[in-house]
């Protein structure tokens, strides 16, 4: 764990042992950010799921077939060193920025220009281009969010850990004095997982669950060999869901955790 | 791309891009100019072009 | 109809009916990429096949490859004008010609390619200086300018042109100073080139792709700059050689030719010895280290080694070889086959790092989900040909391409 220059390091600790798979993070995660739906989403590589819920299974037969759900948020990688972020390093525009103070990997949709570099240099799919323009039904305005643009046609989008609910947070705690407490700032998915799978907070921050949760030796990172040094955490009691969230050599070991 | 752009960081990295594609930009005018000026000198003078030789 | 008195000085050309016959090819693909490009625009990029994890498709493949082809301008233009090997002058403007379609038809593939095209000067506007694909928009762009500057006093030398005295001024003071803009090319070519690959080279998160390298350049960034200008030159002389065959009269002497194929020969073996060794460093060090084997990534759906075999052997290896000997150089049939070789590899390189680095998936519960180009991805990529083939056709009708041509053909 390397530290960021900025006070903040907002991350997540996902629990796939409590994950059952329901997909209120996803729905949560849409309505809460505005994201349309097309009239044909049958193309699943085409359509927009920020919080995408992937099902692995141990690759046995029954009866020992074991499943597990892994939701898949953007992981705000930070890179080497801070923002050295597979995405952000390769944007021409400045479209997207590592946001130093929070560890939020921004995106500017209205800066983006579509060429799609970072969707390709991100290994976890969390980045999505707008193929199409969003058919919002007639009235449809009135149900969106006020708080997060609706993007069009022809840019990139991606998971913000609800960065608008952060700046909402910092303007109460202007208005009332005081700072932002952990309460004040969590994403929607959070919020919507009914087993309490999901945890977030201020990784950098003692007093916050994910400090903790993060430093648990079951705790581990999606691919974390790349080098991406992500701020989404996995925890899973079982081996094999471990292994399949990283490349392993035959015969390799699961890594040591670091002592951190 | 310029000073004013919110993105410009006075650092090393800046320095090195924009200076050489502004180094490049001007060589490319530069060089143009030259041409023009030449072309307007040997006009002026009455030069026929046929006497200038081939290349 | 008679154009005769704009072909170049002591020539012979077509009749203008065969001209106009041959010109309907690239006109029909033209339409064709016209209609492509109109519903890419105005319906978006639906159009085509690619999707969130086909970010790039088969437009890159062509604009990676065509840029790399068309690297014989910069390089043959390096060793005209500033190394000043005089016996070039001979191919320089074919060279210049191709370089400028090559780019020209890359700028306008890549305008339809990105999802905003309105916003394209956003690359150069709010530059991230640390992208490799900015530094490829700027060079790009700027050498395209220089293409430009080295293609206007080839225009300007058009026998009715030239009688216009202020033009034929101005041509001869830009041919006066070309070694300035030459080396200026050189300098943007070389860099872009790089940074292509070096696109490719620095994305750390992606396997197949990465390369390490040295101090902030990967390892791709040079053997791409090699590939290009071992391709390059083949590629030159293959139009030229095309060109001939279409028009039966010959062009450059046999000796231009060969020494075009010892320069592509020489530099072919040099990458091929990089390209080996990079390719042993990634599959042994690099790859392990990301706890995968070499074999992981040539498993999913077409993507097999034999795409390394062809590359490295068949199109690599094979084509340096034959250009080492002067037997193979010195007869026509083997030059121009090796020669297809040589720019075959480039092609199937650039390919590789396109659509391979993207088709594999990285996550371990992954799917391999396939991509094949719709008919609106082929008519814009046909629509570059086409506008190269009528771009040189009509260069090489009316502009005097060849200094040696009047000479060979008496």
């Not at chain 1, 994950?19 to 505005?34: I, K, L, R």
């Not at chain 3, 096949?49 to 690297?71: C, E, K, Q, R, T």
């Not at chain 3, 216009?164 to 041509?171: G, R, S, T, Y």
């Not at chain 3, 300035?180 to 490719?200: I, R």
Request: proline share 5%; hydrophobic share 45%; glycine share 8%.
């Amino acid at each position: 764990m390397s530290a960021n220059k900025g006070e903040h390091r907002f991350g997540m600790v996902i629990d796939l042992d409590k994950c059952t798979g329901c997909g209120a993070c996803s729905v949560a995660c849409m309505s809460e950010n505005n994201i349309g739906t097309l009239l044909d989403e049958t193309d699943k590589i085409r359509s927009i799921t920020w919080l995408r819920v992937y099902q692995i299974d141990n690759g046995k037969a029954f009866p020992d077939t074991q499943i597990a759900f892994i939701p898949r948020p953007c992981q705000h990688c930070e890179g080497s060193h801070g923002h050295h972020t597979p995405c952000v390093s390769v944007c021409p525009a400045t479209a997207t920025d590592y946001d130093e103070t929070t560890g939020i990997v921004s995106q500017i949709p209205t800066r983006c220009i579509g060429c799609r570099y970072c969707v390709g240099a991100c290994p976890y799919h969390a980045r999505y281009f707008n193929w199409f323009d969003v058919p919002w039904p007639k009235g449809a305005e009135r149900g969106l969010s006020p708080f997060v643009s609706p993007r069009m046609r022809g840019v990139v989008e991606k998971c913000t850990f609800c960065y608008h609910r952060y700046q909402r947070a910092k303007n109460k705690a202007f208005l009332e004095g005081g700072s932002v407490g952990e309460k004040d700032y969590q994403t929607a998915c959070t919020e919507a997982c009914p087993s309490g799978a999901i945890t977030f907070g201020d990784l950098n921050n003692p007093k916050h669950k994910v400090h903790e949760l993060a430093k648990n030796p079951l705790a581990f990172r999606l691919l974390e060999r790349l080098g991406t040094n992500t701020k989404v955490y996995y925890v899973s009691q079982r081996d094999w869901v471990q292994r399949k969230l990283d490349n392993y050599l035959a015969g390799e070991k699961l890594p040591v955790k670091a002592a951190s | 791309m310029l000073p004013i752009v919110f993105e410009w960081h006075w650092d090393i990295g800046h320095f090195v891009f924009m200076g050489l594609f502004y180094a490049a930009l001007t060589v490319i005018g530069l060089g143009l100019v030259v041409a023009f000026r030449s072309t307007m000198k040997d006009l002026n003078s009455g030069k026929d072009p046929h006497d200038l030789g081939h290349h | 109809m008679d154009d005769s008195k704009f072909w170049p000085q002591g020539v012979k050309r077509c009749k203008p009916g065969m001209f106009i016959a041959w010109l309907l090819l690239p006109l029909a693909l033209g339409g064709w990429a016209t209609l492509s490009a109109f519903l890419c625009l105005y319906k978006g990029l639906n159009q085509t096949n690619m999707n969130d994890y086909f970010a790039f498709g088969v437009w890159i493949v062509v604009d990676l490859a065509i840029i790399a082809l068309g690297a014989g301008a910069f390089f043959t233009g390096y060793l005209t004008y500033v190394l000043r090997r005089h016996e070039l002058k001979n191919i320089i403007n074919a060279a210049v010609i191709i370089g400028f379609i090559c780019y020209s038809g890359a700028i306008l593939m890549l305008g339809i390619d990105i999802g905003q095209p309105a916003r394209g000067w956003f690359g150069f506007w709010h530059a991230n200086v640390h992208s490799m694909l900015t530094e490829v928009m700027f060079c790009i762009t700027t050498y395209a300018i220089v293409l430009i500057v080295e293609f206007v006093p080839l225009i300007l030398e058009n026998r009715q042109i030239s009688k216009v005295p202020d033009l034929a001024i101005f041509a001869h003071h830009l041919h006066r100073i070309m070694i300035v803009f030459a080396a200026t090319g050189t300098f943007l070519s070389f860099f872009h080139q790089g940074s292509l690959g070096g696109m490719f080279g620095v994305l750390y998160a992606r396997p197949f792709a990465f390369r390490t390298g040295y101090m902030i350049w990967p390892w791709t960034f040079f053997l791409f700059i090699l590939s290009a200008i071992a391709s390059g030159p083949s590629f030159t002389t293959l139009i030229v050689m095309w060109t001939e065959k279409m028009s039966g009269r010959q062009l450059t002497s046999h000796s231009v030719k060969m020494l075009m194929g010892k320069i592509s020969g020489f530099l072919l073996i040099f990458y091929m010895v990089l390209k080996t060794a990079d390719t042993a460093y990634w599959a042994n060090v690099t790859l392990p280290n990301m706890g995968l084997t070499m074999g992981d990534l040539y498993k999913q759906g077409p993507y097999g080694e034999w795409l390394l075999w062809v590359e490295l052997g068949l199109c690599g290896w094979l084509p340096a070889i034959m250009l080492m000997f002067q037997k193979v150089r010195e007869t026509y049939g083997l030059l121009a086959l090796a020669m297809i070789l040589n720019c075959s590899g480039a092609v199937f390189n650039r390919f590789v790092f396109t659509i391979q680095s993207l088709a594999i998936p990285v996550l371990p519960f992954e799917n391999f989900a396939s991509y094949l180009p719709s008919w609106q991805e082929w008519g814009i990529s046909a629509g570059v040909i086409a506008y190269g083939l009528l771009l040189f056709s009509l260069a090489y009708r009316y502009l005097p391409v060849f200094p040696q041509e009047a000479e060979l053909n008496k």
